[in-house]
Structure formats: structure tokens, C-alpha cells
């Protein structure tokens, strides 16, 4: 048989094998084919041939029939067209078998299952795997990798608690040399402040900043940003208050390292005779705290064997046996009123924060008869850090929480908040504030896990002047998601969570934010071998 085209394409002309003039004409309308055409012609042939080639993989792998012609075409898609149903039990064998559970126990010891996809895509085809045997092989291959990424985020959980809990040597080594300084140099003895400006600290006229730390180098930073970003310095009161371990070695940074005209305070707990000759309730709740958490807790070692919890569980159970949290630093700002009963309005400040502006504009602020001005961390870019809300923090399972309060109530923050000390003294707050720490005690620590910030939502709640959060951003010693440029944007930033700024572990793109406001060519600082990064 011969095919004969007309140079016009209008005709098509099908001659017999045999060389009779017998023929059939087709006759092609009188439009020429186009390229336009030619191109889509050729597009539906290559989508038709991928389609096929598409099914007939399926069928291999359900292990049927080997279909490789164009036959099968009509197996498939002739149900599909016809609206029927594609019989095939894929997917249910699939199902069944990944959604049966696995025992850890069954991957120990296992030398054939694929440690990788690509390894794994190597086997199967190679192997021209059926269903069961592909969605067994694949299940196993996940759950080993899950475990082991379980495990390894465990372990990275465990090493930053470590690393969070202990005291570097470097700042172990600043403190000695400081505490020396102070025993044989008599300028790191000098009285703080000196005599002609200790009025100052009860005047109501100056601005008055709180820090409590025990972490000399941290406070310096605090303390020199304050000061360094202040349009009035010498109108600017720093209360540093620390134990009595750190306040030698406070005292002897101050007195070598002045901050004028600023005016810096440097006192121990002891110093205050509020504290030194009352009855300090949080002291004796932290004595019962300890006990119950070295009970109730079972260590580190118990909490990270857990083999049933998800690792951000054991990650916030291990955050709980920090020594902070059970430190009277944490606690000492419910004392303010009593701790500076001359004052009217001062600004606490976290040994963690970095200040960026001149902070005395917070005293123009309204407080419109509230007690702490405080910014919110239900509302903001950030979905980790500013989506916290009564529900983050306290425990809504338990009857005692769930009556009293409701779990959508926006939570604050901690770490630079205002306090208006004479509308607080008209307040319970103080003892809401201890008589919740005994409700959590009596509930074996069930109301909520770690801090002083549930307790202080309960006992602040309603007494809350919502503020910019230019003025506090927190989160970034909790992930390095912050932009470096929003950081440097804010007024105040925040390194609460554990990847502290004068740690190993904290974020480098973060941490010069920081390390901006410590002079590493300072011999004790040097000495210590404090380095920038």
C-alpha cells in the first residue's frame, strides 16, 4: 500500500500493494495545515505517550499483569471516562500497612533497611518492589529515621540545659579576679554612690532604673547601654541589686568602671533592712519549691529517658529544673514597692536585655492608673515568640487554673516592664502573687512548670498597661528567625531563652547586638579570655 500527498495538501491518496489503479481519495478541506496545528498535534502525542508510560509503572508496581501496550490505555482510562470507579487497591494496601504501628524494638539490629531516599529509591527500583513490600520498606526506613531525629534533637535539648544552667568559666574567672580586685585595690572599694549624690537616689525627680543579676558581665552591659543611649544621662539612676556572693565583685566593676553622670547604686539582698529583718514569704515557698522539684522532677537523666513524650515536652520539663527559676534574683521584682519605699515609678530591667534608645520617655507614658506597663505577646510577626497567651503558660486541665481564668487572655512580658510603685501599694498583688506559688506547691507544681511569669500573669492580671512593643522585643535567645535588622530597630531587645548572649550557644548573627557594649580589650575582660565571638 503507497500514501500519496498533494503538494497542496488538499488530497490524500491510498493506492493497493498490487499496483491496480484502485484507490481511495480522501479529499482534505481546502485550509492548509498550519505549524500552529502540527505543534498542538505534537503536544497531545508526547502528553498521551508520558500518560501511558504512567500507567503502565502503576501496574508494576501492583504487581499484576506486566500491561506495556497501548491496550492498556483502555484498562485505565476508559473507567475514568465512562465515570467508573478506578478498581485498583493501591492505596488501601498502602494505608494498611503505614498506618500499622511499629515497634522500636523491630529496627534494632537492622543492617537492611535504606539509611537514606536515595538508597531507598535505589532498592525499589532495582527491586520492582509489589505494594505491601514498598509501603513496608518505606515505613520502616521513616520510623528508623524518626527515631534517630528524636533522639538527636533530645540530646541537643540536653546539651543547651547544660550549657544554659552552668556558669561559664569565663564569667567564673571575672568574678574571682573582681573579688580580688576588690580585697587589695581600694579604688574598687569606693562607696557607691559617693556621698554628695546619695540624695539622688530617693528623688522622684531623676529616672530610675531596677536591675537584679548576679552575672557581673551581664549587668555591665545592661548598664552601660542604659547609659551610652540616654539623652540625660546625669538625670539617670541605676539600683543594681545582686546576692551576696556577687557583691564584691559588682561593686568593684562599678567603682572601676563609672558610668557618670550617671549615678549607680550597688546593693546586696542583705542591705535591705526590709529584707534583712521581715518575713520574706517567696524565700520560704523557694525552700519547699526545691523539695518538691528534686522529687517531682526525678533530674535530668529521668526526664530525658522518657520514651513517650515529644521532645519540645522534655525540652520545657528540662527548662523547669533551671537554677534561675528557683532564684530569689527572679523573684526580687515583687518586692519593688518594699525594696524602695520612697519611689514612685521605676523601670525594671533583665539582665538579658540590650537597650538601643533613650528610655526616659517611658516615664511620659499614662499609666492610666495601672501598675505595669508591659508589652503584649499575643499579637506580632513572630508566631513563636508573639503568640503567647494565658493557655502558653498556665494549666488549663486543672480545675483550679480553668475556674479562675480564661485561656485566650493575652499574655505580657517580662524583662522591661514600668511599675507605678504608688498605684501598686494599693494593691493585693503581692499577695496574690504568693498565695498562687502556694496553690502550685500544694498541686505538686501542676498549675504551671517553670518562672516567675504565670505567677506574676495571675497576680498582675488587670493591672496592665499594654505599651509599644518598640520598646521590648523579645525571642532572640529562643531562635535566630529575628532579622538583625528589626532587632536593631527596637528599643529594647530581649534574649530570654536559653542562647544567652555570653554563651558559646548563642546566635552569631545576633550576638553583636550585644557584644557592642563590651569592651574586650578590658584587662579583666581580656584576663578572663572573654572574646567577642
Not at 26 to 53: A, I, N, Q
Not at 270 to 293: N, T
Request: charged share 20%; net charge positive.
Amino acid at each position: 500500500m503507497q500514501l500519496h500527498i498533494s503538494p497542496s495538501l488538499r488530497h490524500v491518496t491510498v493506492l493497493p500493494g498490487k499496483g491496480v489503479r484502485e484507490f481511495i481519495k480522501v479529499k482534505v478541506g481546502g485550509r492548509r495545515l498550519s505549524y500552529r496545528m502540527l505543534f498542538y498535534s505534537l503536544l497531545f502525542f508526547t502528553f498521551l505517550v508520558r500518560f501511558v508510560f504512567v500507567l503502565s509503572t502503576v501496574d508494576s508496581i501492583d504487581g499484576g499483569t506486566k500491561c506495556s501496550t497501548i491496550g492498556c490505555l483502555g484498562k485505565r482510562l476508559g473507567p475514568g471516562i465512562f465515570g467508573r470507579r478506578l478498581d485498583s487497591a493501591i492505596p488501601e494496601v498502602m494505608y494498611q500497612v503505614l498506618e500499622k504501628p511499629i515497634n522500636k524494638d523491630e529496627l534494632k539490629g537492622r543492617s537492611d533497611i535504606p539509611q537514606s531516599l536515595e538508597e531507598f529509591l535505589i532498592e525499589v527500583k532495582k527491586s520492582r518492589l509489589d505494594a505491601r513490600t514498598f509501603a513496608l520498606k518505606l515505613r520502616e526506613m521513616v520510623s528508623l529515621m524518626e527515631q534517630r531525629t528524636r533522639t538527636a534533637k533530645i540530646q541537643e535539648y540536653l546539651y543547651r540545659h547544660v550549657a544554659s544552667s552552668s556558669i561559664p568559666k569565663q564569667l567564673h574567672c571575672l568574678a574571682l579576679r573582681l573579688a580580688n580586685e576588690h580585697s587589695t585595690n581600694a579604688s574598687a572599694r569606693l562607696q557607691l554612690p559617693s556621698a554628695e549624690l546619695v540624695p539622688a537616689l530617693v528623688d522622684n525627680s531623676y529616672f530610675h532604673f531596677v536591675l537584679a543579676s548576679d552575672n557581673v558581665l551581664a549587668a555591665s552591659v545592661v548598664a552601660k547601654s542604659v547609659v551610652k543611649n540616654a539623652l540625660r544621662p546625669n538625670r539617670f539612676v541605676l539600683h543594681i541589686i545582686t546576692d551576696r556572693k556577687t557583691y564584691y565583685p559588682m561593686q568593684a566593676w562599678f567603682s572601676l568602671h563609672t558610668l557618670s553622670p550617671a549615678i549607680i547604686e550597688v546593693k546586696a539582698l542583705q542591705h535591705f533592712d526590709w529584707f534583712s529583718k521581715g518575713k520574706v514569704p517567696v524565700l520560704e515557698v523557694m525552700e519547699k519549691d526545691q523539695q518538691v522539684r528534686s522529687q517531682f522532677r526525678g533530674g535530668s537523666s529521668a526526664i530525658v529517658a522518657n520514651n513517650s513524650e515529644k521532645p519540645y515536652v522534655i525540652a520545657a520539663k528540662l527548662q523547669a529544673l533551671s537554677p534561675k527559676y528557683n532564684s530569689v534574683m527572679n523573684h526580687i521584682r515583687i518586692y519593688l514597692p518594699e525594696l524602695f519605699p520612697s519611689l514612685d515609678k521605676v523601670v525594671f530591667l533583665d539582665d538579658d536585655i540590650v537597650v538601643q534608645t533613650d528610655l526616659s520617655p517611658l516615664w511620659d507614658i499614662d499609666m492610666d492608673g495601672k501598675v505595669n506597663g508591659a508589652v503584649e505577646t499575643c499579637r506580632g510577626d513572630d508566631k513563636f515568640v508573639m503568640s503567647k497567651r494565658f493557655k502558653s503558660y498556665l494549666n488549663f486541665s486543672h480545675p483550679l487554673i480553668a475556674q479562675n481564668f480564661d485561656p485566650s487572655v493575652c499574655a505580657w512580658a517580662y524583662g522591661m516592664n514600668i511599675f507605678d510603685l504608688d498605684a501598686w501599694r494599693k494593691t493585693n498583688i503581692s499577695l496574690t502573687y504568693h498565695y498562687w506559688l502556694e496553690q502550685n506547691l500544694k498541686s505538686d507544681l501542676s498549675l504551671w512548670q517553670l518562672g516567675t511569669l504565670p505567677p506574676g500573669l495571675i497576680a498582675f492580671h488587670g493591672h496592665v498597661r499594654v505599651i509599644d512593643p518598640f520598646w521590648h522585643m523579645l525571642g532572640l535567645g529562643y531562635q535566630d528567625n529575628t532579622s538583625y535588622e528589626d532587632a536593631q530597630n527596637a528599643g529594647v531587645v530581649h534574649f530570654n531563652g536559653r542562647a544567652k548572649p555570653w554563651l558559646d550557644i548563642a546566635f552569631p548573627k545576633l550576638r553583636p547586638l550585644w557584644a557592642k557594649y563590651v569592651d574586650f580589650s578590658d584587662k579583666f575582660i581580656k584576663g578572663c579570655h572573654i572574646r567577642a565571638s
